[in-house]
């Protein structure tokens, strides 16, 4: 969402509501793209940043991928990758006390690897260094279930096993649970029309989620740096702006603000998770 002033907050809940939902179930914090390297004093900066967070006291972290600055491109070393991972461990002890729920963003795998046997090569050593249990998953906090994407198949889209293994997740839960849906990639958005970075198996997804109408409530991503949010079939589409904007710079030559990515400030997102399915999603700029 363009244009926003430094210090406000967006808030949005159910397009229909017609009074604040009742009756909390989850707070939930939601951060993304933190490209976190050691240069620049940026490990001191997102930490600090970090605390701005915690005082919100979530009942745990959703981490939406591109955790570090980059190991994907061309030329990286390793010993560049595990630089950025040891900057990644710094933030994420900020948060040891917090449960944290992350998947993989495009930046986050090391490729340029002569020896496709070492550790480190590919989304496995992502899964160690995040400590999480797949590539993709789903969990249970409350009486909303969460599912958790890895869209880093066939130029973003989530390939058909775990298309797959997402119908049989969807499938096996009772009538009506709320659930949330995350991966890096925007599956519907705003900015895919200025900036790209949209699933291409967005049409496929969408009629999956409408199958499953009454389950599917929110679907979160992050990527594109940029705030955006929008509804269709009843599934709201978050798109929550980076905790470190224009990838920690002073920011680009449209921004509004010091280390503004186009007009959006970086940030995270507080989501508030209602028993009876509804959602709030706030977003707090930090700059």
């Known amino acids: 969402m363009a244009g926003i002033a430094a210090g406000s907050l967006l808030t949005s809940g159910e397009v229909l509501a017609g009074k604040h939902p009742k009756g909390r179930s989850l707070k939930v914090a939601h951060i993304t793209d933190v490209h976190i390297r050691p240069e620049e004093n940026i490990p001191e900066r997102a930490i600090a940043w970090l605390k701005k967070v915690k005082s919100h006291q979530p009942d745990f972290f959703l981490n939406g991928g591109d955790s570090i600055h980059d190991a994907s491109y061309d030329g990286v070393s390793k010993q560049r990758t595990l630089e950025q991972w040891d900057a990644w461990d710094l933030f994420r002890n900020e948060i040891s006390d917090f449960e944290v729920y992350s998947c993989i963003g495009n930046h986050d795998p090391w490729w340029d690897v002569t020896d496709k046997t070492d550790a480190m090569y590919g989304k496995p050593y992502v899964v160690k260094r995040l400590g999480i249990s797949a590539a993709y998953y789903s969990f249970d906090k409350g009486n909303w279930h969460f599912i958790i994407l890895d869209g880093n198949h066939e130029g973003i889209s989530i390939g058909e ?127």
Not at 172 to 194: D, K, R
Not at 202 to 214: A, G, M, P, S
Not at 229 to 235: F, I, K, L, M
């Open 161 to 287: 096993e775990q298309m797959a293994w997402l119908k049989k997740d969807l499938d096996s839960l009772a009538p009506n649970t709320p659930t949330l849906v995350m991966s890096h990639f925007p599956i519907t958005s705003v900015t895919e029309a200025l900036v790209g970075g949209q699933h291409k198996d967005h049409r496929e997804l969408k009629t999956l989620f409408y199958k499953h109408r009454d389950k599917v409530k929110v679907c979160l991503s992050g990527h594109q740096h940029m705030l955006d949010r929008a509804w269709y079939n009843g599934v709201h589409y978050y798109c929550n702006g980076s905790l470190s904007g224009f990838w920690w710079g002073e920011g680009d030559e449209f921004s509004a603000g010091k280390q503004y990515y186009l007009e959006t400030p970086p940030g995270y997102a507080i989501l508030e998770l209602f028993e009876n399915g509804e959602v709030e999603n706030t977003y707090y700029p930090l700059a």
